[in-house]
């Protein structure tokens, strides 16, 4: 199969977890014998075509007021302009029209939209491509892509929101199938309408590849005197970042410490540089996965926006450490309370830092829950399974596609 991926961005270090996912996806569809194809927004004016890793990357010169994967946020007008223009952004479809002339595609594989806009589906469906639709976020039901707004997850569509998402529900139904990386965000797409009579609609949890985790060379280290408390991820608001400070603050464990890896936009970055006035705790900017698990003892994914599914939990678990997650999103879907982590409320700022204070006084549970990740981590570094799914998935697409074009016939 040639498989067209459409995302909004390929750089690994500019992104985050979808961008991960997608390049591991690719890498073992390629490695299973497929063509894979990546297409992307970028800064740069035009389309311009590169490979890398055995995969060919098309590059589309953004049409609209900026391009976001940037340091530093817009204005708010211009963040205004910016969705009203990618709510429907025909600008960006002659790109598409051009890759999928030059490609033929078997079938398209659609990530984050962002900058392609819901425009995508229908041009795709134009060409009588089929296509899979992964959910990794809430683009098509929030412009933000994260339901959450004013420090509260959102319950249905704010006028706001409806008014830039006008035809997105009728156009998801035009795809052949709709994946989410956990059952939690499927079935919130699902509550409001969108991918009704989609033939195919599924979870499947992500993957990593253990070498792409780097462990196999990365240092052993003991659990510490203190309890050595980590977050690694995106530096927002919406992360759950300032409760986590304040619990640490708390709990108050002689020896222990939190350290935090990750970036964000310039404002929050220099936010969380100001409450932290606390040598225990270390803000230590971006860190491979290999360096930073082994010097922590457990990890806490406080999220308080919906996580879709966080790779940080099942990453923690490769690596042997435990999760205390948030009851949040698809977290509870990958941690079992109580056996290879702690489930809690992340406003809840004193149960949190009760919890903290158990951990540190029996470390027993940590060393128990340690083992249970471990052994929990194994259908997240199964590669091979995760990427027959899609081979299966995607074979699906294209028969029903086929059936439908055969019917159409006069």
């Known amino acids: 199969m040639k498989i067209l991926f459409l995302h909004a961005l390929a750089d690994i270090d500019r992104g985050g977890g979808a961008e991960v996912i997608v390049w591991e996806q690719m890498r073992g569809l390629r490695a299973a014998g497929h063509d894979c194809v ?8 035009g389309l311009t075509r590169s490979e890398q890793d055995g995969i060919t ?4 010169g953004i049409r609209n007021v900026y391009w976001p994967y940037q340091k530093k946020r817009p204005a708010a007008l211009m963040r205004l302009l ?3 223009l990618d709510s429907i952004n025909p600008w960006m479809q002659d790109y598409l029209k051009d890759v999928l002339v030059q490609e033929r595609p078997d079938v398209a594989s659609l990530h984050n939209l962002s900058g392609w806009s819901a425009a995508s589906l229908g041009t795709l469906a134009k060409f009588h491509v089929p296509i899979v639709q992964v959910l990794h976020d809430y683009y098509l039901i929030c ?3 994260n339901m959450y707004n004013k420090e509260q997850n959102c319950t249905r569509q704010c006028a706001t929101c409806r008014a830039f998402r006008l035809p997105h529900r009728n156009l998801s139904r035009r795809v052949q199938a709709v994946v989410g990386v956990s059952q939690f965000i499927i079935d919130r797409h699902r509550s409001l309408g969108y991918f009704d009579g989609v033939p195919i609609q599924r979870a499947i949890h992500n993957a990593r590849a253990l070498r792409t985790l780097g462990i196999e060379d990365a240092p052993t280290a003991p659990l510490h005197d203190g309890v050595r408390f980590g977050y690694i991820g995106r530096l927002d608001r919406s992360k759950g970042i300032e409760p986590l400070i304040a619990a640490f603050l708390q709990a108050d464990i002689p020896g222990s410490e939190l350290w935090i890896a990750g970036s964000g936009q310039q404002g929050y970055e220099q936010r969380l540089r100001g409450l932290i006035r606390d040598s225990r705790i270390r803000l230590l900017g971006r860190q491979r996965p290999a360096e930073f698990y082994p010097q922590v003892d ?3 994914v406080p999220s308080l926006w919906n996580d879709n599914l966080p ?3 099942f990453e923690a678990f490769a690596f042997g450490k435990p999760v205390i997650g948030a009851r949040r999103g698809g977290i509870p879907e990958m ?3 109580g056996y ?3 489930l809690v409320e992340p406003t809840d700022i004193s149960a949190l830092a009760n919890l903290m204070c158990s951990l540190h006084a029996r470390r027993e549970l940590l060393a128990a829950a340690s083992y249970a990740a471990r052994v929990s981590a194994t259908p997240y570094t199964d590669l091979r399974t995760w990427v027959q799914r899609y081979e299966e998935l995607y074979r699906e697409a294209i028969s029903i596609q086929r059936h439908a074009l055969f019917d159409e016939r006069p």
């Open 311 to 313: 790779g940080v939990v």
């Open 143 to 145: 412009a933000k892509a």
């Open 38 to 45: 990546l297409l992307v927004t970028s800064d740069q004016a």
């Open 335 to 337: 941690i079992r309370d």
């Open 298 to 300: 457990l990890i806490v």
């Open 340 to 342: 290879n982590g702690w």
């Open 82 to 84: 910016w969705h009203g």
């Open 57 to 60: 990357v098309w590059r589309a």
